[in-house]
């Protein structure tokens, strides 16, 4: 089993940061990166990274969240700032193939979800 594992979640004021980090059991993913979910909503692409360092983010996120990686540690990351109450829902680590960035699919792996909370 293919295992990711979140972490860094939590409750924040509007105007804070956070960061986000997610481990998986195997190396070598063509792609890995966050989704969210707040409820009553789409599970929405957040930012993710390729094996290249090529990186996609949603529109609304660009200039204040920032995704990383760090392949040696089968890790990605995403840093967070100048957080806003839209920002809120359950952040979820995901992982794929290089296909899957190019096509603007999900991977076929995904963590457990973390909750990222923003108070006005």
């Known amino acids: 089993q293919v295992q990711l594992v979140e972490s860094g979640g939590g409750l924040v004021q509007a105007g804070g940061s956070l960061r986000l980090s997610c481990v998986a059991s195997?190396?070598?993913?063509?792609?890995m990166g966050w989704y969210r979910q707040a409820p009553g909503k789409q599970r929405e692409l957040v930012a993710r990274?390729?094996?290249?360092?090529?990186?996609k983010y949603e529109e609304s996120v660009k200039g204040r969240f920032t995704v990383s990686r760090d392949r040696a540690k089968n890790s990605v990351y995403l840093q967070m700032n100048s957080l806003n109450v839209e920002d809120t829902a359950v952040y979820y680590c995901?992982?794929?193939?290089?296909?899957?960035?190019?096509?603007?699919?999900?991977?076929?792996?995904w963590g457990q979800g973390t909750q990222v909370t923003v108070s006005s």
């Open positions: 995901n992982a794929g193939s290089l296909g899957d960035f190019f096509r603007d699919r999900p991977g076929n792996y």
């Open positions: 195997i190396n070598n993913f063509g792609v």
């Open positions: 990274i390729d094996s290249r360092g090529s990186t």
